[in-house]
């Protein structure tokens, strides 16, 4: 039998749910009147939209994008490329990018660029969690929830190599 990485616990369902909660009180302030488009960032930031957007109480539209930097292993190539475009139209939309973690910055400054062409009224990003320490490119992010160290994570979204997004908490991965 194949053991898998050795995972320890970063942050509880609990406080993932406390950080959401806080990032909807401040989406739901600085919107107040809006409907603005959230845009998710495919795959790892579903999880963490659907509980964002359920938190919400203005209404709202969602679409996604998808794009594609990271291989099998546990780090970036650095190559960016879109995968999936979006459906909704965003010129003159306010737009909401949702994103599960800020590592490098490439990808988000490559979606910035690409949906900033598209004229939007206003254009922010929010993120479940931010890895300083791995900056390459500078990136706003206008909605933060947590801090993380510069370790690899999985779960509630995030993975390695297409396991462990299903997991309820994010951990460390430890070894293999």
Not at 17 to 44: F, S
Not at 100 to 118: A, C, E, P, Q
Request: glycine share 10%; hydrophobic share 40%.
């Amino acid at each position: 039998m194949c053991q898998g990485p050795r995972l320890r616990l970063l942050f509880t369902p609990g406080e993932i749910d406390r950080a959401i909660a806080g990032l909807a009180a401040q989406i739901d302030r600085d919107y107040g009147g809006e409907q603005p488009l959230l845009v998710g960032i495919l795959k790892g930031a579903f999880v963490f939209l659907a509980d964002l957007m359920r938190r919400l109480s203005i209404p709202v539209e969602v679409d996604f994008v998808r794009v594609a930097s990271y291989g099998p292993g546990m780090e970036s190539s650095g190559q960016i490329r879109l995968v999936q475009r979006l459906s909704t139209p965003v010129r003159g939309r306010h737009v909401l990018l949702v994103e599960d973690i800020v590592d490098t910055g490439l990808s988000l400054s490559f979606l910035v660029d690409y949906l900033g062409r598209k004229r939007p009224a206003s254009l922010r990003l929010c993120a479940l969690l931010d890895k300083p320490e791995r900056r390459v490119v500078p990136v706003t992010i206008h909605y933060l929830g947590l801090t993380v160290p510069d370790k690899f994570l999985v779960g509630y979204g995030l993975d390695w190599d297409e396991r462990y997004r299903n997991l309820p908490g994010i951990y460390v991965v430890e070894g293999d």
